[in-house]
Every structure is written in structure tokens, then in C-alpha cells.
Nanobody, 121 residues
Framework: QVQLVESGGGLVQPGGSLRLSCAAS????????LSWVRQAPGKGLEWVSS????????YYLDSVKGRFTISLDNAKTTLYLQMNSLKSEGTAVYYC??????????????WGQGTQVTVSS
């Protein structure tokens, strides 16, 4: 059974940093992608970043490029999102999700429960 468990959210001031983690287990696919997706208050889901397990290619939402970094540990069991220079619009619940390689994030079949990030002074 696939499990994705996020952690690392919290309250941070504008300009600050946070590192989100997602502990992954139970994967049976050998080829997949992992993504971070967020949902701001009163808004829909927004894709933030993805990484392909096989080739480690990374992809970012334009508004977070240069500030956020997605990574996967060597054991391929923990996904990270390092978030620097956070802005108030970064306030959201952040979810990690996994799907077969080549599928779009909205079609991912495994999702974590989310972790709250609040950017406020």
C-alpha cells in the first residue's frame, strides 16, 4: 500500500525558509514521478514542482523558480521541497503526490494528507 506522509510545514515570516519532507513507502512502480501541489485558502489545487524518479529531471512553476528546490534522497524514500524567500502567496496546504511517469499531476493516484505552510509577519 502506497503511503505518502508530509511534514515540515509551519509559520514563517516573509523572506524566510522552510523545508518540507514527504516520506514515501509501498511503491511498486519502477518508473514514476513525484510532485508537490498546493492549495491556497479558497482556491483550487496548484502544481508547484515535480521530479522524475528515473532521471531526476525537475520541473517548477514559474513563480517559484530560483526559490524552491525539489529533491529525492538516494534511497528514493523521501521527497523534499526546500522553499526559500517565501512570499505571502505561498500560504497553502502543500501535498506530495505520486503518479506513473508521463502522467499529469492532476491524474496522480496517490496523495499525502498535506502540511500547512503559513507565510505571515
Amino acid at each position: 500500500q502506497v503511503q505518502l506522509v508530509e511534514s515540515g510545514g509551519g509559520l514563517v515570516q516573509p523572506g524566510g525558509s522552510l523545508r518540507l519532507s514527504c516520506a514515501a513507502s509501498g511503491f511498486t512502480r519502477s518508473s514514476y514521478s513525484l510532485s508537490w501541489v498546493r492549495q491556497a485558502p479558497g482556491k483550487g489545487l496548484e502544481w508547484v514542482s515535480s521530479i522524475d524518479r528515473n532521471n531526476s529531471n525537475t520541473y517548477y512553476l514559474d513563480s517559484v523558480k530560483g526559490r524552491f528546490t525539489i529533491s529525492l534522497d538516494n534511497a528514493k524514500t523521501t521527497l523534499y521541497l526546500q522553499m526559500n524567500s517565501l512570499k505571502s502567496e505561498g500560504t497553502a496546504v502543500y501535498y506530495c503526490a505520486q503518479g506513473a511517469f508521463g502522467t499529469t499531476w492532476s491524474e496522480y493516484d496517490y496523495w499525502g494528507q498535506g502540511t500547512q505552510v503559513t507565510v505571515s509577519s
